[in-house]
């Protein structure tokens, strides 16, 4: 596919999203709702995987997806052909083939369909996402498979493969969904999680991403300090008397001309330098620092919110945009200072506000007075557009690996999301290295309840941890509980980036490490141990850092200390906190201070 093609396929999407949160899964039936197709039966299949005679790499892709899964299941491995070339058997035709003239059923972007045609299976979907994304779709609902993690597949085996002959047609709620784990972003996981945001790795082949530039906090490359500060720097925010050059915690003026002149020169320039890029950030930056001069101060007035200058200057550049690319979105944030909305400012028609999560990640902000503004604020900006992304967040961004007992709260936002005229999430953990606390399950319950936010998230955990824990399943899913009962402490709260100790108390490591080790001795493989033990991480990172808290004995330090880094080093985890890679330094910090030699064997 090309590159127009791409951007052409992402501005249907867009035009076609509605604030409304579309229908959860809708069945069609057949007259026979109880009859069922025998695809494979004691080793052998008489059925084909057709794809149109000019296919798209996605169709291609789905069919060695489709025929991958069903060999490993079944050991029968069904043949692909293109359909001009297909022999007059029973057959799953993916994409827009030309047997049996039908009608896609009404779907939004990424949506999906499965309908039947005597025992021909019909895959299609809306673009070359949704048509990928049926494969998943049926292999995970009538064949039991489950995409739990870049390292987990679960593909049940069957002797005999059956299909109901029920039609099936689903849109997700979200057109934009994302979870900034680093785990995710791989094209192989991310598509089969159906994700489609900027930072994974898909590419053509899996029906592309929506992709952003820059991908946000970019009033410091629209006007940058180091060009234009030293001659003019009345063109930056004025902070407490003085105007600032800072990329953190400085942002415009905005209701300087220069400066709007100049950023809309360099949004055009943007665009014609990244022609595959739909949409264009225009946004504050990182931090505070918002600019307190006369004028400015004047529109904030004006409009009861510092969202105001934003939202009038961002305007003034959508509206360049539009006239000479109207295929163009500029996005911006609603971020840190700016997420209320404005009182007369309104988004256009291009414009798509990227709301910033504001609240409480145990609770659930809707029922924590620690967000409560933020639901708010949610209806509001669904009265003045149609386009609302979410940047939500989901870890501590000062303590990676620290126990973050935030489950059901994250299902609660996501759910309320899907309720209240949002159109596109992203979920942000631990982006910067694999090992983030909890990631493989938060990325798993996330990705499927952007999917769909009906789902039951108790039975979207159950199913995570039988498939990624085996034996050692029952236990870890105590430990869940565990973390789940903790969150219900109304005083407990957390958000963004904090002191662990006020969270996390001293019973709750206690008894973790009892159901962990009890769980590490039930897994019946290496992997499954391995996987046991990054979640003992987190307690015993509480114990190293505070060991009279955790109760960490002094020679029991050694042998912590050590263990701790070997997971480490065998899961190739780089970070403890936001920013550089910094594990390095946090475990020559504990080596220093625990007297422990890292690579010595035994206790100390």
């Known amino acids: 596919m090309t590159r127009m093609m791409l951007l052409m396929t992402l501005l249907l999407d867009l035009a076609g999203a509605t604030s409304a949160a579309a229908p959860a899964e809708s069945p069609k039936k057949t007259h026979d709702p109880t009859a069922t197709l025998t695809i494979i039966k004691d080793g052998a299949s008489d059925y084909h995987i057709i794809v149109p005679d000019d296919p798209r790499p996605a169709h291609e892709y789905a069919a060695k997806e489709l025929q991958h899964f069903l060999a490993e299941m079944s050991g029968v491995t069904l043949p692909i052909g293109r359909e001009s070339q297909a022999a007059k058997a029973p057959a799953f035709l993916l994409g827009p083939t030309k047997r049996h003239a039908r009608t896609l059923c009404k779907i939004g972007p990424d949506g999906v369909s499965i309908s039947f045609a005597g025992r021909d299976v019909l895959l299609r979907g809306f673009k070359d996402r949704g048509d990928l994304y049926s494969v998943y779709f049926l292999l995970e609902r009538f064949c039991g498979v489950r995409f739990l993690a870049r390292d987990c597949t679960v593909v049940p085996k069957r002797s005999v493969v059956t299909l109901p002959k029920v039609a099936y047609a689903h849109t997700p709620p979200f057109m934009y969904r994302e979870t900034l784990y680093f785990d995710s ?6 598509a089969r999680q159906r994700l489609n945001g900027p930072m994974t790795q898909c590419d053509e082949t899996v029906g592309g991403k929506i992709i952003f530039y820059p991908y946000v906090h970019s009033f410091c490359k629209l006007v940058p300090p180091e060009t234009y500060f030293k001659d003019h720097p009345e063109y930056f925010s004025l902070v407490g008397g003085k105007r600032t050059d800072k990329h953190i915690h400085g ?46 101060m004047a529109v904030v007035k004006d409009e009861g919110s510092q969202h105001g200058p934003i939202l009038r200057f961002v305007n003034a550049i959508a509206d360049v945009v539009a006239a000479k690319h109207p295929d163009k979105w500029v996005e911006t944030l609603a971020y840190a200072y700016s997420t209320k909305p404005p009182a007369k400012a309104r988004p256009r028609d291009n414009v798509i506000i990227r709301l910033c999560h504001g609240g409480c990640y145990y609770h659930g902000f809707a029922t924590c007075g620690l967000g409560a503004n933020f ?4 209806d509001q900006w ?19 690996l620290a126990p973050c007992q935030n489950l059901a ?5 996501i ?14 953990g631990d982006y910067q290295s694999p090992g983030g606390e909890l990631a493989e399950l938060r990325q798993y319950l996330a990705s499927q309840l952007m999917w769909d936010p009906g789902r039951d998230p108790d039975k979207i955990l159950l199913e995570f941890c039988n498939g990624y824990y085996g034996p050692a399943a029952s236990d870890v899913l105590g430990y869940v509980a565990l973390m789940d009962q903790a969150a219900k402490n109304p005083k407990t709260h957390a958000f963004g980036a904090w002191d662990p100790t006020g969270t996390v108390t001293p019973e709750f490591v206690t008894r973790g490490l009892e159901i962990l080790t009890r769980a590490r001795t039930r897994a019946k493989t290496p992997q499954v141990a391995n996987r046991v033990a990054r979640l003992l991480l987190p307690l015993w990172y509480m114990q190293l850092c505070h060991p009279d808290r955790y109760g960490l004995a002094p020679a029991d330090a050694g042998r912590t200390l050590r263990e701790f880094k070997a997971v480490v080093e065998a899961n190739k985890i780089t970070h403890v906190r936001e920013g550089g890679a910094n594990m390095t330094g946090w475990l020559e910090q504990m080596q220093a201070k625990y007297g422990a030699p890292l690579d010595a064997p035994g206790n100390e």
């Open 185 to 190: 972003f791989p094209k192989q996981i991310a």
């Open 251 to 296: 942002q415009l003026c905005l209701t300087n001309r220069d400066v709007l002149k100049i950023a809309t020169a360099q949004v055009l320039e943007w665009i014609k330098e990244h022609p595959d890029a739909p949409i264009i950030d225009v946004s504050q930056n990182d931090g505070g620092g918002a600019c307190e001069c006369d004028n400015c």
């Open 375 to 378: 639901a708010g604020y949610i």
């Open 382 to 400: 669904s009265k003045l557009t149609r386009r609302i992304f979410i940047w939500h967040y989901t870890t501590n961004f000062a303590h990676y």
């Open 409 to 413: 709260g994250l299902a609660k936002d």
């Open 415 to 428: 759910k309320f999301y899907g309720a209240h005229g949002v159109n596109g999430v992203m979920v942000q």
